[in-house]
């Protein structure tokens, strides 16, 4: 009842965009209808999943399927509802964002094709955070992996929006060949494509070499530094409501594929966790740094995702350590603080993405720099990105605060014992206190740019605000952001549960150890949020007859201007130029010299120094060097040809015994 | 219960007079007699009594700043122990909770200067939250140092009794590394020289006072009386690391407590009459330097003991 229940929710998700594609070009009937499918359809996946997590529901189906090795074999289990929840939580919201960021009649030529593969997206996640079975896996996986091209090329017409498709496709494809390997590998030793059970893999040989493919694969997709290459671009070009699915949700498929996998191990070495630990500190505080540098709102955005996934390996980390030296507090602290940013992240990400949504829908631009003072305009959507900003930033009372709390605590509960490898753990602190300070910046900035001050440029200051049907799902973001936050205790059997699920061996630790103080962080929480109430209240009281006629105080100065006002360049400038070593910053304009200085201006540029540095080169020079090759080697002479068969016979002759 | 109003009282109303003795202090190293002790609290209910001036600019979140900016120390104290009087809150990982109030506070008064267009509050907001992303790893690794000691994560068993008698062991030499650490974050969070200069607001070097530049009237009171709290919680750090001593009894704990406040406010005093203001490109240079000073009396703290 309860896995049929859940089946027709993804059918119907995944069928959500095909009416539309039946009736014309011009009418609306094929939106409504599309968001009244995804609606239900989640509407029953919520269900069914809260049934079958049920103490007495079936939670999982078995049908045959006719391909060899494959079985249509599905499971719902807690490890698999955490990330369910939001999914099933962001793609309604998505859908109804849609009605008023994305109408058909605004957008005839794609908006057919944006809600056939968000529809198909979402159904493609269901199945993959599901599914059983590797070859069910990996068709989920391409599924995805396809619709989210087309979500991401949605403007076909653009060329950016084409480049960043195809950067993401080549990186897609190049992760799934590593999972292809995987699983190969992982039925050797199985086996059968059926996913082995918990804590039943052994490390050594093949086991590493699986972790580390899995680590490839699922870093990709996630957006892991050195990995993250598709990602900026392809969350720039995706319409905001498609960005907040793929940044909110999908990237976390690959999280879930990592902590999937190494629920596999009997016993996790050392090693694993100290990588896993390292790769989340670099893929937070660079990708924090990354996004300080971006004036693109929907790239600064994307740029976060890479230091949330940064945050939530963190938290991997610290629960792989724990489990290699035989420390549940860790362990459970650990996953559960990085299951819990998981979902935090795609609550307060695709509120972000939503506000940016609604700013760029104002002033159709996503330059932060010529925005400013929308705040008067677009009030609620003001409020909403503020509550998302402070969310993001780990910042109590919102939830974003719970999760790094809960990473906090884990680190530090490596300290006691003498000093081991596993007290590399402890580094994740200030690691995390460094990227709460980054991100700090980074929205004081967004926020303090875009919605405060004075309008820098026209478009701004004729801003509308953004209508009902986009206000909403914000609302509705916001209050689930604000309720883990207040409360939460509420998630912790949740957290607890998949905890277990992931590493059996916690099953004896009840939750009244680690995860007890979460009623009193909520309590303060409560108790900052009335104070900083009745302290608002009171100065809002005292300054209502004050006279708002005065302008900003110039210093003596009386003619200012909104172009006076601090530039994203100029603001990141100092933090940027702190880490310009690993930013590769491009500054253009002169310094300002002498009594009577020419005009002169000012602007930086911080390119991506993995694709644009690196890749971007590299990939130049190997096709360079591959011409001139086949210039040299295809020179058109018969007689070298017929050498190269005369060499390859010899060489087939010495190597074959 | 009475814990918690002794607590209050004493931040609420010992925390201006803070600002009165450094004041003072400077006074005297300049050669002057200087305003009274009670200055700050005359200046506060002057302030309290005015009406406001506001930018045509502001928006609400120019108001929400002052408010945020009182309320955070407040909250931040009852997680603290004064001295001897241990934390009327507390439980195991409040000091994370403890360092991310403070970000709040930091989050909406950069927030508010911004919110006036104003460029020179533009230009301090983005060095304020600059240098405090470089003065929170220091916290964190002098915390972690103090967990380690103390083996517990609440910050009533970092700051416990046990303090008095760790002095006295190889712990001696971590102690003594992060009290340094925490005076130099204490300076910067404060906004006091070397790193910044509390008395002027035009010099283009100024970061925490060019941001509160539009305030006026009852909103910069707040942010005054929520600075002079500020000052209070974190020197409470300071005070109880290098004075442990307790009596045992309450008003015994108390006046330690206050007279190790005095202290440390006529030190800044010293510290600020005797020191120049930093070039601004030297204030990350020294906040790196005591970040890799925690990290050192971390590596001493996890091989002595």
């Known amino acids: ?657 | 219960m009475a814990g918690f109003l002794l607590h209050l009282c004493l931040l609420l109303l010992f925390a201006p007079l803070l600002q009165g003795v450094i004041t003072r202090t400077k006074a005297l190293f300049a050669g002057r007699i200087g305003a009274p002790l009670l200055q700050p609290y005359f200046d506060l209910r002057r302030l309290w009594g005015k009406g406001f001036v506001l930018s045509r600019t502001t928006t609400w979140v120019f108001l929400a700043g002052p408010a945020v900016a009182l309320t955070v120390p407040v909250l931040a104290s009852l997680l603290l122990p004064f001295g001897g009087l241990p934390a009327p809150i507390s439980f195991e990982g409040d000091l994370i909770l403890f360092v991310y109030l403070f970000g709040l506070g930091r989050f909406f008064t950069a927030l508010a200067a911004l919110d006036t267009g104003s460029s020179f509050e533009g230009m301090g907001a983005a060095r304020e939250v600059t240098f405090s992303c470089l003065a929170e790893p220091t916290i964190l690794f002098s915390l972690i140092v103090l967990a380690r000691i103390s083996g517990g994560l609440s910050l009533n068993s970092l700051f416990g009794p046990h303090l008095a008698g760790a002095w006295g062991t190889g712990a001696a030499a971590p102690l003594g590394l992060i009290l340094v650490c925490l005076f130099v974050v204490l300076l910067v969070e404060n906004s006091r020289i070397p790193f910044d200069d509390p008395n002027t607001h035009l010099e283009l070097t100024m970061i925490h006072e060019v941001m509160v530049l539009d305030h006026s009237g009852p909103a910069l009171g707040m942010i005054l009386y929520g600075a002079s709290l500020k000052l209070m919680v974190l020197g409470a750090l300071l005070v109880r690391l290098a004075f442990p001593w307790q009596t045992g009894h309450i008003l015994g704990d108390v006046l330690v407590f206050l007279g190790g406040l005095l202290v440390l406010a006529i030190l800044i005093g010293v510290v600020e009459s005797t020191m120049a203001r930093l070039r601004l490109v030297r204030v990350p240079q020294i906040l790196i330097g005591t970040v890799l000073i925690s990290i050192f009396a971390l590596v001493l703290v996890l091989r002595s003991t």
């Open chain 1, 1 to 657: 009842m309860a896995i049929g229940l859940f089946m027709t929710g993804v059918l119907l998700m995944l069928g959500s965009g095909f009416p539309g594609l039946l009736m014309p070009r011009e009418s609306e009937g094929g939106e409504r209808i599309f968001v009244a499918l995804i609606l239900l359809g989640s509407l029953c996946g919520v269900v069914g999943t809260l049934l079958s997590l049920a103490p007495d529901g079936n939670a999982a189906l078995n049908l045959p399927w006719p391909l060899p090795g494959a079985a249509f074999s599905l499971a719902i289990d807690p490890l698999s509802a955490v990330f369910l929840f939001p999914l099933f939580l962001v793609a309604p919201l998505g859908a109804i964002y849609g009605l008023g960021y994305w109408p058909q009649r605004d957008h005839p030529n794609n908006g057919r094709q944006l809600r056939l593969f968000y529809g198909v997206i979402g159904a493609a996640m269901v199945l993959l955070l599901t599914a059983r079975n590797g070859l069910l896996f990996l068709f989920a996986w391409e599924a995805m992996a396809l619709s989210g091209f087309f979500l991401i090329t949605t403007e076909d017409n653009r060329s950016d929006a084409r480049r960043a498709g195809l950067i993401y496709l080549a990186a897609t494809h190049t992760g799934t060949l590593a999972l292809i390997a995987l699983f190969a590998l992982l039925e050797g030793i199985c086996g059968s494509f059926t996913f082995p059970p918990a804590a039943s893999l052994a490390a050594g040989g093949a086991g590493s070499a699986i972790f580390f493919l899995g680590l490839f694969g699922f870093g990709m997709k996630a957006g892991l530094m050195p990995l993250h290459i598709w990602l900026p671009g392809a969350h720039a070009a995706a319409p905001s409501h498609a960005s907040a699915l793929l940044s909110g949700v999908m990237i976390k498929t690959g999280i879930y594929g990592l902590v999937r996998l190494t629920s596999f191990y009997a016993a996790i070495p050392p090693s694993w966790g100290i990588i896993v630990l390292a790769l989340g500190a670099i893929s937070g505080i660079l990708g924090v740094a990354l996004a300080i540098a971006q004036h693109d709102i929907k790239r600064l955005l994307a740029y976060h995702s890479v230091e949330n996934i940064g945050i939530i390996t963190l938290g991997l980390g610290i629960a792989l350590i724990g489990r290699s030296s035989q420390q549940p507090m860790l362990v459970l602290l650990g996953i559960s603080g990085a299951l819990l940013h998981t979902v935090n992240h795609g609550l307060f990400k695709s509120l972000l993405f939503y506000g940016a949504g609604a700013v760029i829908h104002a002033t159709g631009s996503r330059q932060i720099d010529g925005m400013g003072g929308l705040l008067r305009r677009m009030k609620w959507t003001g409020i909403c990105f503020l509550g998302g900003a402070v969310a993001i930033c780990g910042l109590p009372p919102f939830n974003g605060f719970v999760s790094e709390w809960l990473i906090y605590q884990g680190a530090l509960h490596s300290l006691p014992g003498s000093v081991s490898a596993s007290q590399l753990a402890l580094l994740a602190a200030p690691a995390l206190a460094l990227i709460g300070g980054l991100a700090l910046a980074c929205f004081v900035k967004v926020f303090g740019l875009v919605f405060l001050g004075e309008p820098r440029q026209e478009a701004a200051a004729r801003a509308h605000p953004a209508p009902a049907s986009m206000r909403l799902p914000m609302l509705v973001l916001l209050l689930a952001c604000a309720w883990i936050g207040l409360s939460p205790w509420t998630v912790a059997p949740l957290l607890q549960r998949a905890a277990t699920v992931w590493s059996p061996s916690l099953a004896p630790l009840t939750l009244a150890a680690p995860l007890a103080h979460l009623p009193m962080i909520g309590a303060l929480a409560w108790s900052l949020l009335l104070l900083i109430a009745v302290a608002g209240f009171w100065i809002a009281r005292r300054s209502r007859k004050a006279p708002r006629d005065a302008s900003t105080w110039g210093c003596g100065y009386l003619a200012p201007t909104p172009r006076m006002q601090y530039s994203a360049s100029s603001f990141g400038d100092l933090i940027v130029g702190l880490f310009r070593v690993g930013l590769l910053t491009e500054r253009h304009g002169e310094p300002v010299a002498g009594p009577f200085p020419k005009p002169s201006t000012f602007s930086s540029h911080t390119p991506d120094a993995v694709l644009d540095r690196a890749l971007l080169p590299a990939a130049g020079g190997i096709a360079w060097l591959s011409n001139r090759l086949r210039r040299f080697i295809q020179n058109g002479h018969t007689s070298f040809y017929l050498l190269y068969v005369a060499l390859t016979l010899i060489v087939l002759f010495a190597l074959i015994p």
